[in-house]
Each structure stands twice: as structure tokens, then as C-alpha cells.
């Protein structure tokens, strides 16, 4: 092709792409824009967090590996509070995408938001080059945890000032959402997401109360840890999921709220009281055992009906939306939040069995799938849906979705095996070292069970390929548009 | 689906709102879980059981029953009453089962203080566990009924029902017939079966 050539036809798709709707759509609203950051430091805090489960998962297999520059306590709090504040990060992003476009109306300031931005990547970076810096000990006694001590508990591990941090950026977040709330129209999906919202901030607050009583210390723990995973987080969830499913089939409304009304009840009836299944042997009264294991048991229902919700309007679309990859990720949060979340939580959430499984990989197991299918992938869901509209396109090419669709699938089949081998290795486990009547020691059993944790860090790699493909599907630009 | 007469076969349709329906479907699986459990219990220590029941006063527990009972009618009376366009006799009927729950409450409420002033608690014996647990957690759920049935008064006496909309009366009447079965099986399980 000649040059001139090259020109005209460079020329033709660049007026294409200005007629085109798909390639030339406009933000409802400008200041939707600023949730672009904080989706790009969440997939970038996405990518740390796999890392470090991949050393750690060979640190199960090769117990010296990166010793003693990366201990095994630290590469699991580095991975846990990875995927924590990644998450907050796509939670906020979404946040600042839906709210503006439920509420009809500009993001009370955008300035804030981008100020918040900062404030809380630089204090996430702060705290993780922290823990990894100097020993936990000496962190703790730097950021003066005397004063007010709220370190050493697990996914809490966050110096007293970061947690002040978390705190101020949430209200900066919950201001600027809250004034654009009220100024605008109010709907069912906004009011349940500023409620999931509110409830995360202010159920945070218990971290800061670290009780010397080692029961009290419990509970307080868990009314930050369950009430957020689930509690709170599942009203963000179903309320993330109900926005982009309106708008990919254009479903009514109505119908869309009724269902989240559904779900947002059930959530609390089962999930409130559902907190006693963390009670059963913390020092708690024996009720809670009997307590617990009924409320708990219905815990499923909420994440079920999601699925039933996403199936049934997908189905029942009036539209079809030109972006496939974000209505395949909507449709496996259903499907994956079920089974991680509802089916493995209630396989060992009843007390008896909880007696034997208690802290084995069977927690481990479903604690990878419910994070990933109710959480990551809803982030994932709303990113897939936003990224496009922020980068100017209503849906990517067919190319890069492409992509994106086989990112999905290795990383959603990855974290089935995943969790397929720490369910083999938990049922080993207990069997070996708590039902026999010759039972091996703990680390005896380890040993015994090693081959099931070298399946997992295969499926890890894996699930990292597809993870690095994710990344991939952003740049990929295909002249073949999407077809509607 | 039946064709061959239509307008004659009225479409399928569930009293009041779809998901009052939903709501009550999750109560009634919480119940159920709750019951089965206690009769597992109660299975595997029989004598500690039915030493709890003989303590337990059949008579204020029967008493209650035909309370929630004839709550139960007349909230199903106050729905044909807005379905005939009989306002006012459906305001009546509504607010006799607002004193029949009422005089549940405190009935309930009595027992519960004598229990309490016993020196039972949750943590008394496991027969005791699941009474206070069942009885008090159906307790609540009387409670809210009531409140259901408060507000859809409040709003009949503003006029707001009639023969074409009375949707919220059905919606209160469902909850409030969730609340007596509820209270029937656990009468049955708790009371009366030695």
C-alpha cells in the first residue's frame, strides 16, 4: 500500500469511527470518568495479590522458598490485604461510575475524588511496602500501635494509621456520593449501594476496638469480617450487578428492583444471625452452636436467588448489548458467587461438621471461590462494563473481548481447580489428622497431602495466565467492531 | 393454560405482593430448619425434653392459639370486606386482630417473665435453649406482624383501600396467616407433643 493510500484509508476509519456509536459514545456523565483510576490501580493491586498467593502456595510445597526475605505470615498477609484493598478500590471505582448515572446528575466533586484516589493508593503502597520492609514487631512500634493498639489480627493486620487513613478516605467517598445522592434521583439501586456502602465504613469502625478479652476480641473481629463479606458486601454486590444488568437488557427497572429488594432481605435475615457460625467455638455461649448452624445454613439463598435474578433477565433481554464479555461476566458472578460463596460456605458452615473442618483447607477452599465468584468477578463485571464507555466505545472489538472472554474462562476454571484440590486436601486433612484413630500430626499431614498442593499451584499458574491475558484485553484495539 | 374459555379462567395470581410471597417462603424455611433441629434434639435427649415441657403451662399456650386463629379470621374477613367495598367493616376487622395479637403479646409476654423470673435462660439446658429461642423468635415475628397490620390499618382509615385496590390488606393478611402456622407447628412440637 502506498503511503497515500495508507492516509485516505487511515482518513476513512477515523470518519467511520467518528459516525459510528459504538466507537464514538460520550459519558452520561463527565465526571463518571474518575472511577478510571481507581479500576486501573485495582487491577494492578489484582496482580500483586496473585503474585504473592503464588509464592505462598509454594512455600506450602517448598516451606524455605524466599526465606527469610518473604516469610510465609507475610506473603498471606500481603495477599489477603491485597485482595482487600483492591477490592475497596473497584467497590469505590464503581461507586463513582453508578451513583452519577443512577442519580442523573455530575459527581458532587470530582476534585475530591481524585484527591481520595491518591491519598488511599498512597497509603495502601505505604502499608504493603511496610509489611514487607520490617518485621511486623517493629512496624507496629513505628506507627506507634501503643497509643491505640489495633494491629495483629487477621485481615486487620493494618497499622492504626493506615485504618485512620481507610477511614477518612471512606468518608471523603460516602460525602461525595452522599451529596450527589441527595441532589438527585433517588432509585432502588443507588439507595442499596449507599447503604452496603455506609454499612462497610461504619462496620469498620470495630476494628479499632482490640478488647484484651480474647472472646470479646472475637466478636468484634467478626462483626468487621462477617458483616462485611456477608452483610454488607453482598448489598454492593447485588447492587453493582442489578445496575449493569439494566443497562446490558434493558430490562425494566421495576422488575430489576423487585428482585434486589428480594435478595437485599434475604442477605440479612440469614446473614445477621448468621454470624453465630463464627461464634461456635470462640468461647461464645453453646446456643450460638444451634443459632449459627440455621441461620447460616440459609445463607445460600440470597447468592442463589442472584444467580436465578441474572439468568432469568439475561434471558428475558430487550436489547442486545454489543458488550458480551461484561454480560459473560455478570452471568458467572451469579453463577460462581453460588457455588464459592453459598454451596462451599454451607458445606462445613453446620457445627458438627464445622467441629471436625474448623481452620483445615476446606475453609481455605471456599474462602478462594467465594472471594473470587461474589467479589472479584462482580468488580470484574462492572470494570468490563464501565472501562469501554470511559475509553469512549460502548463495547470493545470483537477481538479484544475475545480476549477478555478467554481471560474469564481460565481464570474462573483456574479457581475451580483451585478450589476443587484444597476441598481434596481439606477432606484429607481432616481425615488424617482429626478422624483417625491413629490421627498424624499437623505438619505429618502436610507432607501427606503435598501433592494436592502442587495441583493448586499449577492451577494458580494458570489463573495468573489468564489474569496477565485480562490486562492484555485492554490493549487490544481490532478494527472489527463488536456486533451488536 | 386453558384456551378454550377466555376471560373466564382468571390468570394465575398470588394475593398481595410477589414479594411478600418470597419473604415468606425464607420465614417458613427458617422455621423449618429451626423445628427439624429441635426434633433432632429432642430425639437424642428425650428425659431432659419432656421434663422441660411438664414445666411448661399448656393452658396460656392454648389460649394464644385461639387468639392467632381468630386473628387469622379476621384479617381473612377484612380482605373480603375491601373486596365488597365494605370499608368500614374491614377497619373493623382489621383492628380486631390488631387487639387478638395484641392480647398475644401479652400473654406471651407474661409467660416469658415468669420464665425469665425462674432463672431461665438460653443457656439453662438445651430444652430451654430451643424454647426460648423458638418461642421468642416467633415472638418477634408477632410483633412485626402487627406492625404490618398497624400500617395497612393506618392507611385504611385515610381511605386508601377499596373493592379495585387492596393489594396492601392481602399483603398484611399472607404475613399474618406465615405468623399463625408458624405458631400452630411450634403449639404442636412444644406444647402439646410429650
Do not use: C
Amino acid at each position: 500500500m502506498t503511503s497515500s493510500a495508507m492516509a485516505t484509508a487511515r482518513a476513512a476509519s477515523v470518519s467511520a469511527a467518528a459516525n459510528d456509536p459504538l466507537t464514538n459514545v460520550q459519558l452520561k456523565y463527565r465526571s463518571q470518568a474518575v472511577a478510571k483510576p481507581y479500576f486501573v490501580a485495582a487491577i494492578g493491586l489484582f496482580v500483586g495479590q496473585i503474585l504473592f498467593g503464588l509464592i505462598m502456595g509454594l512455600q506450602y510445597v517448598i516451606g524455605d522458598f524466599l526465606f527469610p526475605e518473604i516469610p510465609f505470615n507475610v506473603a498471606r498477609m500481603v495477599h489477603t490485604n491485597l485482595l482487600i484493598v483492591w477490592l475497596l478500590f473497584g467497590f469505590m471505582g464503581a461507586g463513582y461510575f453508578l451513583i452519577p448515572e443512577e442519580s442523573e446528575r455530575e459527581l458532587h466533586s470530582p476534585k475530591l475524588a481524585i484527591i481520595t484516589f491518591w491519598v488511599f493508593l498512597v497509603a495502601g503502597a505505604l502499608t504493603i511496602v511496610g509489611y514487607l520492609a520490617v518485621p511486623y514487631a517493629t512496624l507496629a512500634k513505628i506507627t506507634g500501635n501503643d497509643l491505640l493498639p489495633t494491629m495483629g489480627r487477621e485481615f486487620l493486620e493494618q497499622p492504626t494509621i493506615t485504618k485512620i487513613g481507610i477511614v477518612l478516605v471512606a468518608l471523603s467517598f460516602l460525602f461525595n456520593l452522599s451529596m450527589t445522592v441527595l441532589k438527585g434521583r433517588k432509585t432502588s439501586i443507588s439507595m442499596v449501594m449507599m447503604l452496603g456502602l455506609w454499612g462497610l465504613a461504619i462496620f469498620f469502625l470495630f476494628s479499632f476496638y482490640n478488647p484484651d478479652n480474647l472472646v470479646l476480641d472475637k466478636y468484634f473481629w467478626w462483626w468487621v469480617v462477617h458483616l462485611w463479606v456477608e452483610g454488607v458486601w453482598e448489598l454492593i454486590m447485588g447492587a453493582m450487578l442489578a445496575f449493569v444488568l439494566v443497562k446490558v437488557t434493558g430490562i425494566d427497572r421495576e422488575i430489576i428492583e423487585k428482585w434486589l429488594y428480594v435478595i437485599i432481605a434475604m442477605t440479612l435475615i440469614s446473614g445477621i444471625i448468621g454470624t453465630g457460625h463464627h461464634y461456635f467455638w470462640i468461647g461464645a455461649p453453646a446456643y450460638w452452636q444451634v443459632w449459627g448452624s440455621v441461620f447460616s445454613a440459609l445463607e445460600p439463598i440470597p447468592f442463589f436467588m442472584m444467580t436465578l435474578f441474572a439468568f432469568n433477565v439475561v434471558n428475558k433481554r430487550r436489547r442486545e448489548h454489543p458488550n458480551k464479555a461484561a454480560v459473560l461476566w455478570a452471568l458467572g458472578t451469579g453463577v460462581m458467587a453460588f457455588l464459592g460463596a453459598g454451596v462451599w460456605g454451607f458445606l462445613h458452615t453446620l457445627a458438627p461438621v464445622n467441629y471436625l473442618t474448623h481452620g483445615t483447607q476446606i475453609t481455605a477452599s471456599h474462602g478462594h471461590m467465594a472471594f473470587y465468584g461474589a467479589y472479584a468477578m462482580v468488580v470484574m463485571t462492572m470494570i468490563s462494563y464501565t472501562m469501554p464507555l470511559m475509553r469512549g466505545r460502548e463495547a470493545n472489538s470483537n477481538a479484544a473481548q475475545v480476549v477478555e472472554m478467554w481471560s474469564f474462562w481460565l481464570m474462573t476454571v483456574a479457581m475451580v481447580f483451585i478450589t476443587l484440590f484444597l476441598t481434596a486436601a481439606g477432606i484429607l486433612q481432616v481425615w488424617m489428622q482429626r478422624m483417625g484413630d491413629t490421627p498424624l500430626s499437623f505438619m505429618a499431614t502436610q507432607d501427606k497431602i503435598a501433592f494436592f498442593y502442587w495441583l493448586r499451584e499449577l492451577s494458580g499458574v494458570v489463573f495468573f495466565i489468564g489474569l496477565l491475558l485480562y490486562i492484555v484485553s485492554f490493549f487490544i484495539r481490532g478494527n472489527e467492531r463488536a456486533s451488536a | 393454560m386453558n384456551t378454550a374459555t377466555p376471560g373466564l379462567v382468571a390468570p394465575p395470581r398470588v394475593p398481595g405482593d410477589l414479594a411478600m410471597w418470597f419473604f415468606i417462603l425464607a420465614e417458613l424455611a427458617v422455621f423449618g430448619i429451626f423445628f427439624a433441629v429441635y426434633g433432632v434434639a429432642r430425639q437424642r435427649d428425650a428425659a431432659l425434653f419432656a421434663a422441660g415441657q411438664a414445666q411448661l403451662l399448656l393452658w396460656p399456650a392454648l389460649l394464644n392459639t385461639l387468639l392467632l386463629i381468630a386473628g387469622s379470621a379476621m384479617v381473612a374477613a377484612a380482605v373480603r370486606a375491601f373486596a365488597a367495598n365494605l370499608v368500614a367493616s374491614g377497619r373493623r376487622y382489621l383492628l380486631a386482630t390488631l387487639l387478638l395479637g395484641g392480647g398475644f403479646v401479652a400473654i406471651k409476654g407474661w409467660e416469658f417473665a415468669t420464665k425469665f423470673g425462674a432463672g431461665i435462660t438460653l443457656s439453662s439446658s438445651d430444652f430451654w435453649m430451643f424454647y426460648l429461642s423458638l418461642t421468642f423468635f416467633h415472638f418477634l415475628h408477632v410483633i412485626l406482624g402487627l406492625v404490618i397490620v398497624a400500617a395497612v390499618y393506618v392507611h385504611a382509615r385515610r381511605g386508601a383501600y377499596d373493592a379495585a385496590n387492596h393489594d396492601g390488606v392481602e399483603t398484611a393478611a399472607a404475613y399474618w396467616h406465615m405468623v399463625d402456622l408458624v405458631w400452630v407447628v411450634l403449639f404442636a412440637l412444644v406444647y402439646v407433643a410429650r
